[in-house]
């Protein structure tokens, strides 16, 4: 296997992609792709410490990434909430601003007096916010709901490989039913209006599952409203609704959520200043 000073091998994979991002990016990319494949973390980055590389493989990852592939596709994983989560096509690449909401959600379980609460999770994906609930408050009874066939296959392998107890199911929240007696509900749905689908990136549109990004342009509110609808039966006494949201559709949601009948709506900003999360409870 060959071996090549740390920041050689950077700059080598730089000069690869440097075509398709701004430097910046290009920078933070490539360090990212060595620290997950080869194991070159900043410290051997800073040391520029010999590594040994996999001469096929990087040739192999360049080319993906280079078509445009996202790098957690391309080495099949990314990190959540401090945990190893598989990624594959099927579902949505886990994001960091939904690590600030399951860190809000996990606030909230954290002081409950009566911690055995059972908690839906609609649109799950990889399975990232119940298995991170779960993981956190262990005695939690989390389940996934997706509509998706492959993603609920995906979701229990992480839940398997990360030792989750957590059970998922196939579901359309549009038109199944979401059962009785949940305490917390929680959802990161589709609120990408198709219209904004132009001035995406193409390593999101070529690759990430489009049904779990877009709405049509006349109802962005599409899932919200869906979800909240059923909430109000699903939901037991004083349960709780809490949602990822579109920045320019924050204020239609707590709207939207008012006048179906929820209490003690809030708004919260993520780590770039903008309003991304919502919590709100059942009305008596």
Same mark, same amino acid.
């Given at each position: 296997?060959?071996? /090549?000073?740390?920041?050689? /091998?950077?700059?080598?994979?730089?000069?690869?992609?440097?075509?398709?991002?701004?430097?910046?990016?290009?920078?933070?990319?490539?360090?990212?792709?060595?620290?997950?494949?080869?194991?070159?973390?900043?410290?051997?980055?800073?040391?520029?410490?010999p590594?040994?590389?996999?001469?096929?493989?990087?040739?192999?990852?360049?080319?993906?990434?280079?078509?445009? %592939?996202?790098?957690?596709?391309?080495?099949?994983?990314?990190?959540? %909430?401090?945990?190893r989560?598989?990624?594959?096509?099927?579902?949505?690449?886990?994001?960091?601003?939904?690590?600030?909401?399951?860190?809000w959600?996990?606030?909230?379980?954290?002081?409950?007096?009566?911690?055995?609460?059972?908690?839906?999770?609609?649109?799950?994906?990889?399975?990232?916010?119940?298995?991170?609930?779960?993981?956190a408050?262990?005695?939690?009874?989390?389940?996934?709901?997706?509509?998706?066939?492959?993603?609920?296959?995906?979701?229990?392998?992480?839940?398997?490989?990360?030792?989750?107890?957590?059970?998922?199911?196939?579901?359309?929240? /549009?038109?199944?039913?979401?059962?009785?007696?949940?305490?917390?509900?929680?959802?990161?749905?589709?609120?990408?209006?198709?219209?904004?689908?132009?001035?995406?990136?193409?390593?999101? /549109?070529?690759?990430?599952?489009?049904?779990a990004?877009?709405?049509?342009?006349?109802d962005?509110?599409?899932?919200?409203?869906?979800?909240?609808?059923?909430?109000?039966?699903?939901?037991?006494?004083?349960?709780?609704?809490?949602?990822?949201?579109?920045?320019?559709?924050?204020?239609?949601?707590?709207k939207?959520?008012?006048?179906?009948g929820?209490?003690?709506?809030?708004?919260?900003e993520?780590?770039?200043?903008?309003?991304?999360?919502?919590?709100?409870?059942?009305?008596?």
């Amino acid at each position: 296997m060959p071996v /090549l000073p740390a920041k050689d /091998l950077h700059r080598q994979v730089i000069n690869e992609l440097i075509n398709l991002y701004e430097e910046r990016e290009v920078n933070t990319l490539a360090r990212n792709y060595l620290q997950d494949r080869f194991h070159c973390d900043a410290i051997k980055l800073g040391m520029n410490a010999p590594v040994a590389y996999d001469e096929s493989l990087l040739a192999k990852d360049l080319q993906l990434l280079r078509a445009a %592939m996202p790098l957690q596709y391309v080495v099949g994983f990314t990190q959540f %909430m401090g945990h190893r989560f598989k990624c594959t096509k099927a579902a949505l690449i886990p994001r960091p601003e939904t690590e600030e909401l399951v860190a809000w959600i996990i606030d909230l379980l954290q002081g409950q007096p009566e911690p055995n609460l059972k908690i839906l999770d609609i649109g799950t994906g990889t399975g990232c916010i119940p298995i991170s609930l779960q993981l956190a408050c262990p005695q939690i009874e989390a389940v996934g709901m997706d509509i998706a066939p492959e993603a609920i296959a995906l979701a229990y392998e992480n839940a398997k490989t990360l030792q989750a107890k957590v059970n998922f199911t196939q579901a359309d929240v /549009l038109s199944d039913p979401l059962g009785g007696g949940w305490d917390l509900i929680v959802s990161n749905p589709p609120y990408i209006p198709l219209k904004e689908k132009a001035s995406m990136h193409q390593n999101v /549109l070529a690759y990430e599952p489009e049904q779990a990004l877009f709405v049509p342009n006349e109802d962005p509110l599409l899932f919200y409203r869906a979800i909240a609808q059923k909430a109000k039966v699903a939901l037991g006494p004083k349960g709780y609704l809490f949602f990822e949201v579109h920045e320019s559709f924050s204020e239609a949601v707590v709207k939207l959520l008012k006048h179906e009948g929820f209490r003690q709506v809030a708004l919260r900003e993520d780590f770039q200043g903008k309003d991304r999360m919502l919590r709100a409870e059942r009305g008596e």
